[in-house]
């Protein structure tokens, strides 16, 4: 039996059809990185960073996975490809982002890969749909839980709920 670790993940988009893209994005995590076991409502909030673009949709999910850290990084980054990601501006708009928030409790400062993810506990657009599934989910650098971390956060972005109805499975 495989060692499975615990992942959360954070999907987001602001173009073409966002709820399709982040059920597709959820669909080939699932498929590709591991098994999706907690997923949180749906969310819209304004663009962050770079303003002057179209809201964004975001979801989180927890996966538990087989895939070691950078093998988790990679297929994540292969199904944003496979979505039609393209990298041009830094917070620029995109079809499809997905961002590893958590990997198990571990502290990982690499050149492609910085988790927790640094700027986690500074967006309501992650703390919100992230304490839906994971409140109590102790920062490993921060040592607060997400619910802490959503407390104090600058951000003052609103973050809206979208009036969806989850389909299971």
Known sequence: MKNLKTAYI????????RMLMLDNAQK???KLAG???K????????????????????????????KEPMQLLETL???ELDLGRERHVKWGARLIDIDILFYEDEVIDLPRLKVPHPFLHE??????????????YLHPVLKKSVSAL??????????????SVQAAG
């Open 150 to 163: 959503l407390e104090c956060c600058p951000d003052e972005l609103e973050v809206q709920p979208l009036k």
């Open 77 to 79: 980054q292969q199904i």
């Open 10 to 17: 954070l999907l987001g988009g602001n173009l073409g059809d």
């Open 35 to 37: 098994e999706v076991v």
């Open 123 to 136: 967006r309501r657009f992650t703390l919100v749909p992230l304490a839906e599934i994971a409140e109590n």
């Open 28 to 30: 080939q995590i699932a």
């Open 39 to 66: 997923v949180s409502g749906d969310y819209e909030t304004a663009a962050w960073g770079v303003e002057d673009q179209p809201s964004f949709f975001n979801r989180v999910l927890a996966i538990q996975t087989d």
